[in-house]
C-alpha cells in the first residue's frame, strides 16, 4: 500500500517499525499512514497484528524502536519525557481491560485522568481542584453515572467500568483518542452503547478518534476510515465500505466468517 | 514411549554438552545416595560399638583399605542401580536407559552393560566424544534419554519400582540415624515431672501483690514498676516499634518493587541495595537485633528493645509491601502513564490505591507479632515486661512469675484479637 499524502494531515506515522528486544518479533513493519483532523479511524485485524502497539507507540507508551509520528506538527518520537508528558494529557485512552483502580470510587479513578494538568504537589496529596470535581462529575453524569461517583470500581459492570474510563479519558478534554480494543470484554448491547460514547466525543467534540475493533460490523457501523494491519503491516486504508469479501478474507485469512455485531 | 518421541527426544538433544551434563549429574546422585547410606552406615557401627560393646570407650576406625573399600563399594551399587531399572538420580532428571528404538531393555541387555561398564570404565575406553553414548552403552545398544510419562502405560505403583523401594529405605534410615544424632530422651519427662509440678503448681497460685503497686525489690536498680506498668510499657514498646517500622519501609518499599523502579541502572541499584537491605536485616532476628542495641543504647531500656523491634519490622514490612507492590495489576499504571502522569503521579494515584488494604492488614499482622516479641525481648536486655518475668524466673519466684505470664497472656490474646478483627474488616 502506497502512502499518499493529505491535504492538512493530523496526525502522520512516517515508517514506523516496533521491534521486541526478545525473540526479535516485528510487532510493526513499516507503517506508514496519515490522519486527518476530526477523523473517526478504526484499526481491525487479527489479535497479534499489531494494534495495541501501534496505539500505544502514538502516546509512546510502548517506545517505537524507529520511523516518526507527527502530531498536529510535532514529531512526538524525539520528544523528552517531560514534553512528552505536556503532549500526553491531550492524548485520552480507553482501554481493553478498563485499567481502573478496582478499589478506588468511581469519582476517584476519574479524576487521576486530570492529573497531567496538575501541579506537582497537589497531586501528591491527591487535592484535586473544586473545578475538577465538579468537571469529574459532570463527566460521570454525561455517560450516565452520577449516581454511581462514589460506588468503588468492583462493584460496577463491565459497561459501567468503560464508561468511568470514558469520563477518564473526558477529563483531559482530548484532541486525541485512543481506544485499544474497548468493547471486546462487553456483551454486544453494551458495546453499541460504549461505541456511541465514542462517537460523541468524535462528532460533539470534535475529537479525533482511533480505535482498534474486533469486529468488522462495529468498524462500518461507526468508522469514517478503516486501516487494516496483518502480521504489522498495513494491508488495508480506505472508507469502511471498500471492504468486500475478498479484502475481509485477505486480512483474516482464508478460514474466517464474518460475524455480525447487532 | 513411543519410537517416534523418543526419535525427537534425540534429536532435540544435540548438544553434546547437555547429554554429558545429564549423564554425569544422575551419575553423582546416585553415588551420592549410597555415600549417604555409607556414612550413616558407619555412623550407626560407631553409635552401637559405643554403647553396645564391651569395649565401650574405642571407636570403630577403619583400616587404612577401609576408605577405598568405600569409595569402590558406593560406586558398584550405584552401577548397579542405575543399570538395573530407574534409579534416584535418574528419576531426579527424568532420564532412564532406552534402546536406540526408544522401548524398554531387557534383563540380559542390563547384565551386559553392568559388564561392559566394568571393562570400559577401569580402562577408559569410555569414548564419550566419539559418539552420543559411552561405549559399554554403544555396544549393548543403550542410551539415557529424557523420558517424559507414557499415557498409554499407567506407572506402577512406587514402592514396587526400585526408586521407591530405596526412597523408603533412604527415608527408615534418615529417622533412625537421625533419632540417635539428636539424642533425645524422653524418659526425662517423666523422671523429673514431680519438680515441675512444684512449679506449675506456683505459677497457678499467681501473686498478684504488685500488679499495681510498684514491686520495691526494683528499688535497687533505682526503678520501681509495678507489672500493670510494664505491661503498658510493653503494649506502646510493640505500638512505637510498628509504626516507626511502618513509616520507614513504607517508602523503602516503593524502591524495593521492580515495578516501580523500571529497568534503567540507577533503578536497578536502587532496587538491588534496598532489596539486599531487606535481607540482610530480616535474616538477622530481633533477639539478636535486641542484643546488639542493648549493648549499643543501655543493658534493660526500653529504647534498645523498640530499636531492635523496629529495624526487624522495617525489614519484614519492607518485604512484605514490595511483593506487594509487584503484585499490583499494571492496567492503573498504564492508564495514569497515559493521562501524562509523572512516576510519581503513577505511584500515588495507581499503586498505592491497589495496594493500601493490604499494606494496612501486615501491619497489623506485624503489630501483633512485636507484642509477642516485646513480652520476651527484655531476655537480651531489651526492657519491658520480660524484664520482671525474667528476674522472677531467676529468683524462684513462681507465684510472681505466673502473674506476670497471665498478664503476658491475656496482652497476646487481646491483642491477637484486636488486629484479627481489624485484618477481617481491611479485608
Known sequence: MVWQPMANPYLVVEHLTKVYERGQVLALRDLSFAVEKGEFLVVIGLSGSGKSTLLRCINRLIEPTSGKIWLDGVDVTRLSQARMRRVRRRIGMIFQQFNLVDRSTAIGNVLTGRLGYLPGWRALLGWFPKEDREKALANLERVGLRDKAYVRVDQLSGGQRQRVGIARALMQDPEVLLADEPVSALDPATSHSIMQYLEQMNRHDGATVIASLHFLSLARRYGTRIIALKDGQLVFDGPPNAIDNAKFKEIYGEDAEEVEVR | ??????????????????????????????????????????????HYWYTVHVDWWGTLTLPSWGWPLVVLATLELAVWCRSLGRSLGQRAIGVAFQDAAGGRITVGRRLGRILLWHISVPLFAVGFWRGWDPWHDRVVGVGLRPISPDPERPGRRALATQWGMVALFLGALTLWVGWLIIGINFQVLARRAAQTRRIWGEMLRP???????????????????????????????????????????????????????GFSPPGWAAYGIV?????????????????????WVGYGTTLAGILALTVHTVAALGKLYSEQVEGVSPGPLEAVWAAGGSRVQVVRHAVIPQVLPSFWAFTLYRWDINVRMSTVIALVGGGGIGDML??????????????????IVAIVWAMDYISGRLRERIA
Do not use: H
Open chain 2, 275 to 295: 532489596r539486599g537491605f531487606f535481607n540482610v536485616f530480616r535474616s538477622i532476628e530481633t533477639i539478636i537485633w535486641g542484643s546488639i542495641f542493648a549493648v
Open chain 2, 390 to 407: 525474667f528476674y522472677y524466673k531467676n529468683q524462684g519466684d513462681w507465684p510472681k512469675v505466673g502473674a506476670v505470664v497471665i498478664v
Open chain 2, 207 to 261: 501473686d498478684f501483690r504488685y500488679f499495681t503497686a510498684p514491686d520495691p525489690v526494683f528499688s535497687l536498680r533505682a526503678l520501681s514498676y509495678s507489672i500493670l506498668d510494664l505491661a503498658v510499657v510493653t503494649v506502646f514498646m510493640a505500638l512505637m516499634a510498628t509504626i516507626l517500622g511502618a513509616v520507614i519501609a513504607f517508602p523503602l518499599s516503593f524502591l524495593g518493587a521492580r515495578n516501580v523502579m
Open chain 2, 1 to 46: 514411549m513411543s519410537g517416534e518421541s523418543a526419535a525427537v527426544v534425540g534429536s532435540a538433544s544435540g548438544d553434546r554438552l547437555a547429554v554429558l551434563a545429564r549423564r554425569a549429574l544422575s551419575f553423582f546422585l546416585d553415588w551420592m545416595v549410597w555415600g549417604y547410606v555409607a556414612y550413616c552406615v558407619m555412623y550407626l557401627l560407631n
